[in-house]
């Protein structure tokens, strides 16, 4: 049988199995012997030993679309990252570092603002303005009038997602309002491990629908770009593309070269200015970073 890992918790691999629930597995000694170590995300096949109990073994980790370190997890198709509208204000320049490195990864990602039942239509092209050329849907929700949690459910559908933002944008309410209508049981992981209830914050796949999951990951306040040359930083800037071809110079930076048409481009509006500023600030961190 084949199925996805969804939680790993003091040597036990939680393994959902479409159409059968979850299974409770160990992974063979080979693994060890080989240096691999079984991640959330990964397809796994297995061989059950007690399907009462729902027990079995991991025997073989299926090949990984990708692999992220923090948080530790693998086969992430694409990545929504959720912000505030408002309450609190948006910070653009860590949402750039979130897809900076998601680009890195070549993870697809898709912006979502919560709390727009607080902001006007203005205020919602405002910053639909500032992401126009940054390649990646721009959905806006309400947690709490139940708007726009169809649109991210249907986004989802039949992938795996990993969830992030900062703390007190909602993210917890829309992740709860995507699970309402999940049919499996939550606690049936606790019920399997009682010790699973009170330990450290571990990456667990959540089961939207039967091939559809989201990572919940904790919410972070700052994130720094890591393994970035300077000269690589442009690379991650969709909104750059169509004007780079035009510098003076090829391998422009856009920073202090002359006849620039990336600048120029800013100064006309062609650019967001906002967003310009945060990779003229991520580009001076990759510069001055020591190297060791």
């Known amino acids: 049988m084949q199925g996805k890992i969804i939680k790993g918790i003091a040597g036990f691999y939680y393994v959902h199995i479409a159409g059968h629930g979850i ?3 160990k992974a063979k000694g080979v693994f060890r012997k080989n240096h691999e170590k079984p991640l959330v995300g990964d397809n796994v096949a297995l061989d059950v030993l007690d399907e009462k109990t729902k027990e079995g073994n991991i025997t073989e980790i299926l090949p990984r679309q990708n692999e992220l370190i923090r ?5 992430v198709d694409q990545a929504l990252v959720i912000f505030a509208a408002t309450k609190p204000e948006p910070n653009f320049n860590l949402l750039d570092r979130f897809l900076l490195m998601m680009h890195q990864k070549e993870i697809p990602c898709i912006i979502c603002f919560n709390k727009d039942d607080l902001i006007d239509v203005k205020k919602q092209e405002q910053i639909m303005a500032i992401y126009e050329k940054a390649e990646c849907p721009i959905l806006f929700a309400s947690a709490k009038e139940d708007r726009g949690i169809a649109k991210i459910r249907e986004c989802l559908k039949g992938k795996t997602t990993t969830v992030a933002g900062p703390s007190g944008v909602g993210k917890s309410s829309i992740i709860n309002k995507l699970q309402k209508e999940v049919k499996m049981q939550t606690g049936e992981i606790s019920n399997k491990i009682e010790r699973g209830k009170h330990t450290t914050r571990h990456s667990e796949l959540i ?5 559809t999951y ?3 990951t904790p919410g972070f306040s700052s994130l720094a770009v890591f393994d970035c040359e300077k000269e690589e930083v442009k690379k991650f800037y969709p909104d750059f593309v169509e004007y780079e071809p035009y510098c003076r110079f090829q391998g422009c930076n856009h920073v202090n070269e002359p006849d620039c048409e990336v ?5 006309r509006g062609e650019i967001n200015t906002l967003r310009y500023e945060n990779y003229l600030q991520i580009y001076e961190e990759c510069r001055t970073r020591k190297k060791y």
Not at 71 to 75: G, S
Not at 263 to 267: C, I, L, N, Q, Y
């Open 71 to 75: 948080p530790a997890v693998a086969n």
């Open 263 to 267: 600048k120029e481009a800013v100064s």
């Open 23 to 25: 299974y409770e597995c």
């Open 214 to 216: 989201i990572l919940d």
């Open 207 to 211: 089961t939207v629908e039967e091939d």
